[in-house]
């Protein structure tokens, strides 16, 4: 039998932007009941850590960053409806309907259900255990065990920050890989092509075979349970054992009514992450708000940026008036020894700084546009981040000479590690 429940705060989704919102909820002093569904039955975790669990790198308990299941709603006094994804949300009538039947009325509601990956192609059924996605901690037992065969080849799809992290995990173990994408070059999205082909050539070096400019047209059952695949450009088939899909997420957003809710790729948020409905709010991935760098709405499907908009919407759904400016996209990431750094937008710009050392592998490549700097890359180069990252995020004016006149202690250490940047760096002063 269903239920109509009623509920002070309902919470669909428990990420990290659901976790970061109850958190702010009752450190304002909210006292009434809250209410999380989800379509699973955990604490809140970090998908981030998901190939790290599954080759084994942490325990499983380390993927739950916000403590156990039980421990952390009942700290939070939360009541939490596992197994149990929304279905419909209706923001006119504050109803949140549930896939068992029940219906929660709401007096505000958090929508936070996160992203989900996309396959562009069709899995034929005698295949679906052979395409593999990267979100879930049941995707991570699934790589977890795909990784305990030691598979002879594999296909990762998508040569993207989750795509590379698949790709050192195969590695690891001894797999074959073939590094495969639609755009000409790796990270297309984050990295000046200069950036790519350093790590394009390190690949190389190391044995991954990539596929460039080509999209997946079809996966085929081939000999002896094996996938085929067929690609756009007419290039030749591969046979493999596993095709890992990496190349995307889409906001999880089936529930809502788009008449209702206004949307563009995600659930469109002020800076109060509120939606076009009243006592409607979003945060993280599935959530489209502020990016600092455009002045207009991105989804920004970062860690960081799901916390602190749950945390922005708590602090608001209790009552508070906090405005959270936005973030911009940025990723920092290490993989088989390399550290790649990138934010901002660097295809872009009416200047620019470069600075590369193939010996070592280390590169620095600055975009500006109208005097502010706008994009940043780096490799192998972490040092860097902190002082460029905080130019850019505070729209500091000026070229170089600017950024290294304000922090002569950092650049100091930099000088010291990276002597010819230093010389570059100082040609860039003296005009
Ligand atoms: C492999 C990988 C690597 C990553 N690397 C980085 C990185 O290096 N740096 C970085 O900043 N970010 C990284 N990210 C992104 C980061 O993990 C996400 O931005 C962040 O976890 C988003 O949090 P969220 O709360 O919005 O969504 P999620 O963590 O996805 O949580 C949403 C929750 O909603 C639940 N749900 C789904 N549908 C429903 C429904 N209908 N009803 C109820 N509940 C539902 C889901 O079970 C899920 O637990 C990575 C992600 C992955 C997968």
């Given at each position: ?10 919470s ?37 850590l ?92 699934k ?14 799809l ?36 200069s ?11 190391i ?35 596993y ?8 906001p ?19 800076t ?11 945060a ?28 922005t ?61 706008t ?14 990252k905080?130019?850019?995020?505070h ?22 590690k ?14």
């Amino acid at each position: 039998m269903s239920n109509r429940i009623k509920a002070g705060i309902v919470s669909v989704g428990n990420g990290a932007a659901s976790a970061e919102c109850i958190i702010a909820l009752r450190k304002c002093g909210y006292a009434r009941d809250i209410h999380v569904v989800s379509d699973v039955d955990m604490a809140p975790y970090n998908p981030m850590l998901v190939t790290y669990y599954a080759s084994t790198k942490i325990d499983e308990g380390m993927l739950f960053p916000f403590g156990g299941r039980d421990e952390f709603y009942r700290k939070y006094h939360v009541a939490f409806h596992p197994n149990s994804p929304a279905v419909k949300v209706d923001g006119v009538r504050h109803e949140v309907e549930l896939e068992n039947g029940d219906v929660l009325l709401y007096d505000k509601c958090l929508i936070a259900s996160g992203a989900v990956p996309f396959t562009p192609f069709s899995i034929p059924d005698v295949l679906k255990d052979k395409v593999i996605t990267v979100r879930t901690i049941s995707d991570g037992e699934k790589l977890k065990n795909v990784l305990s065969e030691r598979p002879a080849k594999v296909l990762v799809l998508g040569a993207s920050m989750i795509g590379i992290k698949v790709l050192e995990a195969l590695h690891s173990v001894g797999s074959n890989v073939i590094f495969a994408d639609l755009a000409q070059h790796v990270f297309s999205l984050a990295a000046h092509v200069s950036c790519s082909q350093i790590i394009e050539k390190y690949l190389g070096d190391i044995g991954i075979q990539l596929r460039l400019g080509t999209a997946v047209r079809e996966i085929v059952p081939g000999e002896e349970c094996k996938c085929e695949v067929h690609f756009t450009d007419g290039g030749p088939n591969e046979v493999v054992d596993y095709v890992a899909s990496c190349v995307g997420v889409r906001p999880n957003m089936p529930f809502i009514d788009r008449q209702q809710v206004k949307t563009d790729r995600g659930i469109l948020v002020d800076t109060h992450l509120r939606t076009s409905c009243l006592d409607l709010y979003a945060a993280g991935d599935v959530a489209q708000g502020n990016d600092i760098l455009i002045d207009g709405k991105r989804i920004i499907g970062l860690w960081a940026n799901a916390r602190m908009q749950g945390k922005t919407a708590g602090m608001n759904m209790a009552g508070l008036d906090r405005e959270y400016i936005g973030s911009l996209p940025h990723n920092i990431t290490h993989f088989m020894d390399m550290d790649f750094v990138g934010i901002g937008d660097v295809a872009h710009g009416d200047r620019e700084f470069h600075f590369e050392d193939k010996s070592n592998r280390t590169l620095c490549h600055l975009t500006w546009t109208e005097n502010r700097l706008t994009g940043i890359n780096l490799l192998n180069m972490p040092e860097l981040s902190g002082v460029l990252k905080d130019c850019l995020i505070h729209n500091l004016e000026g070229g170089l000479p600017n950024i290294l006149s304000g922090n002569p202690l950092a650049m100091n250490r930099i000088y010291q590690k990276f002597p010819q940047l230093e010389r570059e760096l100082m040609k860039e002063v003296r005009g």
